[in-house]
């Protein structure tokens, strides 16, 4: 039975309870958030604006660079009638300035860029494919600044690229250089499977093109994954996880395009003996011997360079952040290895099993760098030796220079137009 207080007895007093032990860490936490935060306001604050002056500046670039290109592209037409090669050197040098100015983006940025491998400067003048792995949109923006620095490279380059960059500021660049945009989907497999063959028919050998970019895995790793290792799983194929299984239609039809054959019927470019040369460094007229033995007159692609592109903690960087410069400055890795035509089969099993293995050790390096971050050696080396990539501030000063010039160049002889016609 329980005691009840008399009338008129005043009830005890009820004590107040300290707060809790959570109750203090949950208080004590949310204070530190608020600190944190109210210190990191003015850095936030100066990333907005960075990043709206990055964005602001961009769009000038774009108004004054894209037009100026394609208005000396159309005053110099009557040269592509009387010179067709000389009108496409100079159009490539115009397209590899574009490219230097979205590689600049980035570079004042802070994302650079580490390369890994073998030197692709020492096939910089041959016929070369770039089979590359895609994980972001900024992989793009990667390899435009890479390149800039081989040579003429980047002038004489067709990218194979989805269609939706058609539709983008630089998709009418990319036109009338003679880039190829490729829908995907199983239905447009075929069709578009033969718009390029007619493509590189048409484009490749007129417009004195040298290298190809394509990425075979024919999407971003986060939106093919899963299909292609469900692809796997079925038909008893490698399960990858940094990379996907290639597509092997595209790469079937380049090769087979423009790969020359000798009279025998193989493959004629690039062998084993010549890379060897490239190598071992071989002094130059040693090499010059060696090439003027070969066959002069044979052309077509010379070499497939297995391109691997990897980020510090498998977190890509994509145009956004290109454009907009938000992230901390980054290193991208990028691994290279150069494998003679004459080792690669044409036939369609071979090719699609060659393609396979060459993913299988993507995935090995991937996953080493993933892990030690750093690439393994090559092949008969004990060191991976790494080569950070640089652009030069002056030139890039000096093609941003000719891109405003050009624009208020290009602004008053058509207003100049303008005034006297109406």
């Known amino acids: 039975m329980t005691a009840t207080p008399r009338r008129g007895t005043p009830a005890p007093a009820l004590r107040s309870r300290p707060p809790s032990a959570p109750a203090e860490k949950d208080r004590t936490e949310s204070n530190v958030r608020m600190a944190m935060t109210l210190e990191e306001a ?22 004054v660079a894209i037009p100026s290109y394609i208005c000396y592209v159309i005053i110099l037409q009557p040269l592509r009638v009387l ?5 496409w050197y100079i159009e490539g040098i115009m397209y590899k300035w574009l490219l230097g100015m979205v590689a600049s983006w980035g570079w004042y940025a802070g994302y650079t860029v580490m390369e890994w491998g073998e030197d692709i400067k020492a096939v910089s003048k041959d016929e070369a494919v770039m089979l590359v792995n895609h994980q972001a949109t900024g992989d793009v923006c990667t390899l ?40 995907q989907g199983r239905s ?6 033969l718009l390029l063959k007619k493509h590189l028919e048409n484009n490749y050998r007129s417009r004195d093109r040298k290298w190809i970019v394509l990425f075979p895995e024919g999407g971003f790793l986060r939106k093919r994954r899963e299909t292609s290792q469900a692809f796997a799983k079925k038909n008893n194929l ?19 395009a423009l790969v020359a054959q000798q009279k025998n019927g193989s493959p004629a470019g690039g062998d084993a003996k010549e890379l060897e040369h490239y190598r071992t460094g071989a002094p130059k007229f040693i090499l010059r011997i060696f090439l003027k033995a070969k066959d002069s007159k044979s052309k077509g692609l010379q070499w497939i360079i297995d391109t691997t592109i990897a980020y510090p903690k498998a977190e890509p960087i994509d145009i956004q952040t290109w454009i907009l410069g938000y992230r901390k400055p980054t290193v991208t890795h990028v691994h290279y290895r150069i494998f003679p035509i004459k080792d690669v089969p044409l036939e369609t ?12 050790e993507k995935e090995d390096l991937l996953s080493h ?11 008969g080396h004990k060191e991976a030796v790494s080569r950070e990539m640089t652009l030069s501030n002056l030139w890039i000063f000096l093609i941003q220079s000719f891109a405003f010039l050009s624009g208020y160049m290009w602004y008053n002889i058509i207003q100049y137009f303008y005034h006297c016609l109406f």
């Open 42 to 63: 003015p850095w936030l604050g100066w990333l907005l604006v960075k990043a709206l002056m990055r964005f602001a500046f961009m769009v000038v670039n774009n108004l």
């Open 83 to 87: 010179d067709s090669k000389r009108f």
């Open 144 to 183: 435009m600044m890479c390149l800039q620095d081989k040579g003429l490279v980047v002038a004489q380059m067709m990218w194979l690229m989805d269609h939706i960059f058609k539709y983008t500021n630089f998709g009418i660049v990319s036109l009338v250089h003679g880039d190829f945009f490729i829908r």
């Open 238 to 256: 490698p399960f990858l996880t940094n990379v996907t299984l290639p597509r092997s239609g595209a790469t079937k039809i380049i090769l087979n």
């Open 369 to 379: 760098f993933y892990e030690t971050g750093a690439f393994p050696p090559s092949k």
């Open 349 to 360: 099993d071979d090719l699609t099993t060659w393609l396979y293995q060459r993913f299988v």
């Open 188 to 193: 447009y497999r075929d069709q578009q499977l």
